[in-house]
């Protein structure tokens, strides 16, 4: 199965054109842009410029994969749309994962420990949300709805949430706003979510039969700005499970 996948919902944009088949995956392109330029101008050029690459033209798409956030929201609103506007022409199907599961993923398989990715979210806070693998799981289970919480408090608030002398790996790329981890906390790495392992996950869901609830709709994790009046410590967003 071909696969583009593409994530915008930080300030590194990722987008891979994957194979995918029962034997494993080959990645034809994978692609980094600089999302602080602006989603919208980068995008779509980016898209263009690797089917052009590889000679695979748009209708040779079998499935488009979207990271659904959260994160920014002109560059979520940017991807989805245009996974949307894409998969509408085409006639394909859409897959849209959550771009903390993204990152857990690629952290795993590790069956005996938990994973915390992190990404900014701005006005000195971070999301997060905790998740362990499966036995024979590709994709992480999202054990917490997303947490938005100020970086000094990620360690202490997931302490409270996971086993005594558990291991938890801090991920992804707003790691670098966290305090120094003390055990049981590490630090896994600052990348941001992969659009390989977008495409891997994204086919796995469409053969599970799972897509998610509306390829459309993305996992912002906080109102818009414009509506906020007043931010507590820690708080919980309903529904903001990937599942």
């Given at each position: 199965m071909l696969v583009l996948a593409f994530d915008t919902s930080g300030a590194v944009m990722t987008l891979a054109l994957v194979e995918v088949d029962h034997n494993g995956h080959r990645n034809?392109?994978?692609?980094?842009?600089?999302?602080?330029?602006?989603?919208s101008a980068l995008l779509a050029p980016m898209v263009a410029e690797v089917l052009n690459e590889t000679g695979v033209a748009a209708g040779d798409l079998e499935l488009i994969a979207c990271g659904r956030g959260p994160g920014s929201f002109t560059g979520l609103r940017t991807g989805l749309a245009l996974a949307k506007g894409l998969a509408m022409?085409?006639?394909?199907?859409?897959?849209?994962?959550?771009?903390?599961?993204?990152?857990a993923a690629a952290s795993g398989p590790l069956e005996t420990t938990f994973?915390?990715?992190?990404?900014?979210?701005?006005?000195?806070?971070?999301?997060?949300?905790?998740?362990?693998?499966?036995?024979?799981?590709?994709?992480?289970?999202?054990l917490t709805e997303i947490l938005v919480i100020e970086p000094g408090k990620v360690m202490g608030v997931l302490s409270s949430?996971?086993?005594?002398?558990?291991?938890?790996?801090?991920?992804g790329p707003g790691t670098?706003?966290?305090?120094?981890?003390?055990?049981?906390?590490?630090?896994?790495?600052?990348?941001?979510?992969?659009a390989e392992i977008l495409a891997i996950l994204a086919v796995q869901r469409l053969a599970d039969g799972q897509l998610s609830p509306s390829p459309a709709s993305p996992l912002y994790g906080r109102s818009p700005d414009i509506f906020k009046t007043w931010t507590p410590p820690v708080r919980l967003v309903a529904g903001t499970t990937d599942a």
């Open positions: 034809l392109v994978d692609r980094c842009g600089d999302g602080k330029t602006g989603h022409g085409i006639g394909r199907p859409v897959v849209g994962l959550g771009s903390l599961t993204i990152l994973i915390a990715p992190v990404i900014d979210a701005r006005h000195r806070e971070v999301f997060t949300a905790l998740y362990r693998f499966e036995l024979g799981r590709l994709e992480p289970v999202q949430l996971v086993p005594l002398q558990a291991k938890v790996i801090l991920t670098n706003l966290l305090p120094e981890p003390v055990f049981p906390f590490e630090f896994g790495g600052e990348s941001a979510p992969s």
